[in-house]
């Protein structure tokens, strides 16, 4: 774990947002890829009619309710524990963890810039966020969807505290 900042050294919290890592947009994507392959297996089991396509189609469907409910179910257990999320304060950003320790966090006077990469796709969309520090490696979090919040906020505030 890298060094983190304690809450008064940050100052007062600005707004809270959704953010994950590599792996949660992995799982994002890796879910989507795989509803996407059953509904086309669904489809192709209407069309060809093979022998007991029922219960193939039966199957299909259920890992299908079975991802999504995991899904709902880790999303309730996250939002429980205040986890992923990209928390801004007034002196810097905090970035939590999976189940909402303090993953990493800056403070903006040793931030010396702001990089975002962004992508759209069928099955993925995302803002890849980099803030560069001194002396350390950089804070990096990803946030999920195609015009998130966090990335309007974040470019005002770096822009209010020097950055471009």
Not at 56 to 71: S, T
Not at 122 to 142: D, N, Y
Request: glycine share 12%; with cysteine; proline share 4%.
């Amino acid at each position: 774990m890298r060094q983190t900042r304690s809450g008064p050294e940050l100052g007062q919290r600005i707004g809270t947002y959704h953010a994950v890592g590599l792996t949660g947009a992995l799982a994002q994507f890796a879910v989507r890829t795989i509803t996407l392959l059953v509904i086309v297996l669904i489809v192709l089991l209407v069309w060809i009619r093979p022998n007991s396509a029922l219960f193939k189609g039966g199957v299909a469907a259920a890992v299908v309710l079975v991802l999504f409910g995991l899904r709902l179910v880790w999303r309730l257990v996250t939002a429980r524990c205040g986890g992923n999320r990209c928390r801004l304060h007034q002196g810097g950003i905090a970035v939590t963890g999976p189940l909402g320790r303090v993953r990493d966090a800056v403070v903006w006077r040793e931030v010396t810039g702001l990089r975002r990469t962004s992508s759209a796709s069928l099955l993925m969309a995302f803002h890849r966020v980099e803030v560069e520090r001194r002396g350390a490696p950089p804070l990096t979090f990803t946030a999920l969807g195609l015009e998130p919040a966090l990335v309007g906020v974040l470019s005002r505030l770096a822009a209010r505290n020097g950055l471009e």
